[in-house]
């Protein structure tokens, strides 16, 4: 089991351009979410999804966009990218239920030029 | 406004003492109570979990106590280790979705605890 993955590792932008950030789990979950984390500030809930074919706002949602594509997929989109969104981004899962935690994949080390 | 507060950005702790990280809460509703933990360059690792309906909740060299009258939880790490050298995120699930798949988690800004040998 790999877990929760996320691609890339590391990207850098310039103001303006767009990007897709992936996320990927196989623990057959089917909840998934996106947080950003900056220096100070925690964790961040920006979308989520319940479950296939459903996503969210979260805390933070402006700037961004969201797609599952299926149950182990789910995405997260700059459409036109801002210095304020240089960020690191976690992708998580979790099973619906009580006394379920929430798993994170390694995370996306963004820089927004 | 911050659901979950962590007032100490730091906490520095010699080797075999005590590691004591504080979170409070602002909903008295909250029921379900979770900390993380996080190395750099990896993402966020569960490590102990309380519900309200207990007081504390031991894994080893992990307690995490509650104090509902006061909102305050706090995790108590005995002894510490050099590996326990990583951030600590307090996290709480709204009363609504811990047992739902909504399952949105709010978090502090976390502690940042270093034990040194």
């Given at each position: 089991n790999a877990g929760v993955t996320q691609t890339p590792k590391f990207q850098v932008l310039k103001t303006g351009q767009s990007m897709t950030l992936q996320c990927a789990q196989d623990m057959n979950h089917n909840s998934m979410y996106w947080y950003r984390q900056d220096p100070g500030m925690g964790l961040r809930l920006i979308y989520y999804s319940a479950s296939e074919g459903t996503t969210d706002k979260g805390e933070v949602p402006n700037g961004y966009n969201v797609s599952?594509?299926?149950?182990?997929e789910f995405s997260l989109r700059l459409e036109s990218a801002a210095p304020s969104q240089t960020s690191v981004y976690f992708c998580a899962s979790r099973e619906g239920g009580p006394n379920n935690e929430q798993f994170f994949g390694p995370g996306t080390r963004l820089t927004v030029l | 406004d911050q659901q979950v507060k962590q007032n100490s950005p730091s906490l520095s702790v010699q080797e075999g003492r005590i590691s004591i990280l504080n979170c409070d809460y602002t909903n008295s509703m909250f029921d379900y109570f979770l900390w993380y933990k996080k190395y750099p360059a990896e993402g966020p690792t569960f490590l102990i979990s309380i519900s309200s309906i207990k007081d504390k909740n031991e894994d080893g060299r992990f307690t995490v106590f509650l104090n509902k009258s006061a909102k305050h939880l706090s995790l108590h790490i005995v002894p510490s280790q050099p590996g326990d050298s990583a951030v600590y995120f307090c996290a709480v699930y709204p009363p609504v979705d811990r047992?739902?798949?909504?399952g949105r988690l709010y978090f502090g800004r976390g502690t940042q605890l270093t034990v040194w040998p």
């Amino acid at each position: 089991n790999a877990g929760v993955t996320q691609t890339p590792k590391f990207q850098v932008l310039k103001t303006g351009q767009s990007m897709t950030l992936q996320c990927a789990q196989d623990m057959n979950h089917n909840s998934m979410y996106w947080y950003r984390q900056d220096p100070g500030m925690g964790l961040r809930l920006i979308y989520y999804s319940a479950s296939e074919g459903t996503t969210d706002k979260g805390e933070v949602p402006n700037g961004y966009n969201v797609s599952r594509l299926n149950k182990r997929e789910f995405s997260l989109r700059l459409e036109s990218a801002a210095p304020s969104q240089t960020s690191v981004y976690f992708c998580a899962s979790r099973e619906g239920g009580p006394n379920n935690e929430q798993f994170f994949g390694p995370g996306t080390r963004l820089t927004v030029l | 406004d911050q659901q979950v507060k962590q007032n100490s950005p730091s906490l520095s702790v010699q080797e075999g003492r005590i590691s004591i990280l504080n979170c409070d809460y602002t909903n008295s509703m909250f029921d379900y109570f979770l900390w993380y933990k996080k190395y750099p360059a990896e993402g966020p690792t569960f490590l102990i979990s309380i519900s309200s309906i207990k007081d504390k909740n031991e894994d080893g060299r992990f307690t995490v106590f509650l104090n509902k009258s006061a909102k305050h939880l706090s995790l108590h790490i005995v002894p510490s280790q050099p590996g326990d050298s990583a951030v600590y995120f307090c996290a709480v699930y709204p009363p609504v979705d811990r047992g739902s798949t909504l399952g949105r988690l709010y978090f502090g800004r976390g502690t940042q605890l270093t034990v040194w040998p």
